[in-house]
């Protein structure tokens, strides 16, 4: 089969399969049966578990959704390795992203800012339940802060740097500490990714995972470590594959 026909055929293949996926998901639309009311009920009660009422949506009452967007994310990053990853394989030529040297203020200030995005993401992840934040948020701070230190020192030269199963060890980590955390919601009330230690629906251990703080926020703040974890090994994976492709050039 020559390539043309075969590049064709992908086409057609790569078509039906968008247009089967996307029946899919419309006829899931139609069939929903919305119940009124849900959404308000649960607004009067999310302030009794954390104060940020966002977060406590993300994670409690749509903790599935956010569950999926991490595996999507998760598939996205095995995507860039598809595409780009062959670079990071090549260790006969040890290419720099064109990489030049740094300027005398992105020496003296490079370190010094990287290390207050590190802290600020940080900050976003553990205070996630409290004010505006969360593990999305302060899992990219994190990564966005390795994008600079790449940007500003290359990837080998990097004080910074991390090695790809560091990168990946903690995307594992933070996937599997999610859907660890569900398993325990179904063991302790039969309800997976059920907010245990918040105990708001009056179901399982009220003592368990209970959060250390004033608050009632039970899981939520574990939730948070575990996609900040995810996002920042995710994100800070795909970077590396970027900057190491153009070994390959």
């Given amino acids: 089969m020559k390539f043309e026909e075969a590049n064709q055929f992908r086409n057609l293949a790569a078509l039906a399969a968008f247009l089967i996926f996307s029946g899919a998901i419309l006829y899931t639309f139609y069939s929903l049966e919305v119940i009124p009311g849900v959404s308000y009920i649960y607004s009067l009660i999310a302030p009794n578990v954390a104060p940020n009422a966002v977060g406590t949506i993300v994670f409690d009452f749509r903790g599935y959704d956010t569950l999926g967007e991490t595996l999507i994310l998760i598939t996205a990053v095995i995507t860039v390795g598809v595409v780009f990853g062959r670079g990071a394989f090549i260790e006969e030529e040890r290419a720099e992203l064109r990489h030049v040297k740094p300027t005398p203020v992105q020496s003296v200030f490079g ?139």
């Fill in 111 to 249: 370190v010094p800012v990287i290390v207050m995005l590190m802290c600020f993401g940080l900050l976003l992840i553990f205070g996630g339940h409290l004010t505006p934040g969360g593990g999305f948020q302060g899992g990219s701070v994190l990564a966005t802060a390795f994008f600079i230190s790449i940007v500003i020192y290359g990837i080998h030269k990097n004080p910074f740097h991390y090695g790809h199963d560091f990168l990946i060890g903690m995307e594992t980590l933070g996937a599997l500490l999610f859907l660890i955390l569900g398993v325990i919601g179904v063991a302790v009330s039969g309800y997976y990714l059920y907010n245990v230690g918040a105990n708001i629906w009056g179901e399982g251990f009220i003592g368990f995972l209970k959060y250390a703080d004033p608050t009632n926020a039970g899981m939520l703040p574990y939730l948070n470590v575990a996609v900040g974890l995810e996002v920042f090994g995710s994100l800070s994976v795909a970077a590396v594959f970027l900057a190491e492709a153009r070994k390959h050039d």
